[in-house]
Structure formats: structure tokens, C-alpha cells
């Protein structure tokens, strides 16, 4: 039988409770509830009670989302839970002295590489995103392969705005695969741009996260961002231009072809996915699939993969892909 213990940490003066805790105290309900401890807060005077191991995790994490308050001035629900499964993580690696080593060579949640946007200052949140972030900087072509909620667009929208910004690039292009996900629309009415509009649509939320609307708004009708369906790309050539490919895994082959053949003098190119949500038919392959083998050794060209770990959403996202990853696997086992 496990032991039940309680601490009692006092937090320093300088930090904010108000933002430490979170509004109505959802940071510290987040992490009784990702690590099974309770917390009850006196003040300055946090109590965390539950078994032993599992209180010194949730003590460190506490001590974790401090620090990133102190270096960023806020800190938010997504921060929380990357915290909670850091430290989780490194609790089952092994012992205090191998926790330690291991967090001296990876620094803490939130260090490394900083992307300012117009709102936002964004800091890597995993080893992958670090490595993501380092990727784009140095290479012309970054492609990013991995689960939903990783990161891997508003990362890379964050350091397109970033380049335009600071005037690296003239412009920024962002476009994806015109393709329904499991339904048939059938015909749009309207223009092109009411027929595209909902196929793009959450590249618009995720630029909105990076600026202020209106100077969104005239950035795009100015031209400085584009934002298009995939299909009108072709014959085009990209200058001095932040190109985004997002949902890349439903382009096909050809299309894969097509799109990275459009990049120009001074531009940058990034293609971001998840193989595993292939919405194409299933005699057409997806171009994100074969363009591993096809592009993987070129020099110049950096792929970053993300797994479930480096998932910054609910932390109940990461439980729904393992459990339709087990499905697939035994369907997958039945069929042989």
C-alpha cells in the first residue's frame, strides 16, 4: 500500500497567485486532476497531499509553471498541462539524480528559441517543438509530421509572421487541400472566396492568434498574406515568400510535386500533417506519406516528427489518439 503524504510550500513574494492559480484556480484543478493530489491554498501556503512520489511531481510542477510566470509574465492551461506531463514523464524515468540530469540537458518547459508575433511571444513547449523551431531557422524547407495539437501549424504561422514583420519576407502564403473531411458538401454557393473560405478557415484562427484583426485584414486585402486552396497554385513561382502547405497528408502525390516546385529565390517553405488522418480516397496516395522517402536525404530539407507527447491541448486529446491507435492496430491484426 502506497503512503499518503502531505507538504506544505510556501510561494514566494513575487510571484502573481491571481495568474499562478489560474482564473477560478483551473491551473491548480488541472493538475489535482492530471496527477490525482489534492491542493488546498492558504495564502502564500500551498498544501498538496496525496501519495508520496505523486506530490513531489506535482511540488516540481508548481515550481515549473512559477518559473515560466517569471520569465514570460503569464501562463496559461496549455502550459499547465505540458508541465504535468514533463515531469510525469521524468517521475518514471528513474530517479531524483536521473530526473535531475535529464532536466539540466533539456532545460525547463518553455526554454529555448522565442518567436515574437505581434500578440504573443511563443516559446517551444517540447523537445520536438524546440527542434521545430530550429528547424525552420536554419533550413528552407521544414516539413512536420505528427498528431493534432502538437504545434505544428502555429508554430510555423507564428514564425511567418515573425518574418514578415521584421521584413525577411515580402509576403506570406498560406494554403491547404480543398478536401472534406469524411463528407460531400456538394455545391457551394458564392464566390471564390465563399466557396474556399471554409476549407481555410482555421488558417484565419490561427493568424488572428498571431496579430491584431484589422491589421490582418489589410495585410491580406494589401496581398502581403494570401490564403488559398491548394489547386490554385499551380504555376505560380514564390519570391522573397513564408509559404505554408497545412493538412498536407490530404494532398496527393502530384500535388505534393506541384506545391514544392513553387518555391522562388529567398523563400522559405513549410508542409505540416498527420498521416494518420488521410481524408483522400483510397487509390490515391497521400504526398506526405511518399515524399518521406522521396525528399528525406536532400540536404536542406529538415523533417520534424511529433507524437502524442508534444500534444498542448486537453490532456484528454492525447488519450483519445492512443485509444484509436490500439483500434487500429487490432483492426489491422483481424484483417491479417
Known amino acids: 500500500m502506497k503512503r499518503v503524504t502531505t507538504i506544505r510550500i510556501h510561494l514566494p513574494d513575487d510571484l502573481d497567485l491571481s495568474r499562478l492559480f489560474g482564473s477560478y484556480d483551473q491551473h491548480l484543478k488541472m493538475i489535482e486532476r492530471m496527477l490525482g493530489v489534492s491542493i488546498r491554498a492558504r495564502g ?22 512559477g518559473h515560466r510566470l517569471r520569465a514570460d509574465g ?43 508575433t505581434k500578440k504573443l511571444l511563443l516559446t517551444p513547449k517540447s523537445d520536438a517543438q524546440r527542434a521545430y523551431i530550429e528547424a525552420l531557422k536554419k533550413n528552407d524547407i521544414v516539413i512536420g509530421i505528427g498528431p493534432a495539437g502538437t504545434g505544428k501549424t502555429f508554430l510555423a504561422m507564428g514564425m511567418a509572421v515573425a518574418a ?13 487541400p480543398a478536401v472534406e473531411a469524411g463528407e460531400r458538401l456538394g455545391f457551394l454557393p458564392g464566390d471564390l472566396y465563399a466557396k474556399v473560405n471554409p476549407f481555410v478557415r482555421p488558417l484565419y484562427d490561427a493568424l488572428y492568434d498571431m496579430m491584431d484583426v484589422d491589421q490582418a485584414n489589410r495585410m491580406v486585402e494589401r496581398g502581403e498574406i494570401e490564403i488559398v486552396p491548394l489547386a490554385y497554385m499551380r504555376g505560380r513561382t514564390l519570391n522573397d515568400a513564408f509559404i505554408i502547405l497545412d493538412e498536407a497528408q490530404n494532398a496527393t502525390a502530384e500535388q505534393m510535386k506541384m506545391f514544392l516546385t513553387r518555391m522562388g529565390f529567398r523563400s522559405k517553405v513549410v508542409v505540416t500533417g498527420d498521416i494518420t488522418q488521410v481524408d483522400l480516397p483510397t487509390d490515391r496516395p497521400s504526398g506526405l506519406i511518399e515524399v518521406q522517402s522521396i525528399l528525406g536525404q536532400i540536404p536542406g530539407i529538415a523533417f520534424v516528427y511529433f507524437t502524442e507527447r508534444d500534444i498542448v491541448r486537453h490532456p484528454l486529446l492525447q488519450d483519445i489518439i492512443r485509444a484509436y491507435e490500439r483500434h487500429e492496430s487490432k483492426r489491422v491484426k483481424g484483417k491479417g
Open 164 to 176: 514578415l514583420l521584421s521584413r525577411e519576407v515580402s509576403r506570406i502564403v498560406l494554403t491547404r
Open 74 to 116: 503569464r501562463i496559461a492551461l496549455p502550459d499547465v498541462v505540458l508541465a504535468v506531463q514533463q515531469q510525469g514523464r521524468e517521475a518514471s524515468a528513474g530517479s531524483t539524480q536521473s530526473r535531475k540530469t535529464e532536466g539540466a540537458s533539456r532545460g525547463r518547459t518553455g526554454e529555448g528559441p522565442v518567436v515574437p
Open 44 to 65: 502564500r501556503e500551498l498544501q498538496i497531499k496525496g501519495q508520496s512520489g505523486v506530490v513531489q511531481t506535482a511540488r516540481t510542477v508548481v515550481d515549473e509553471i
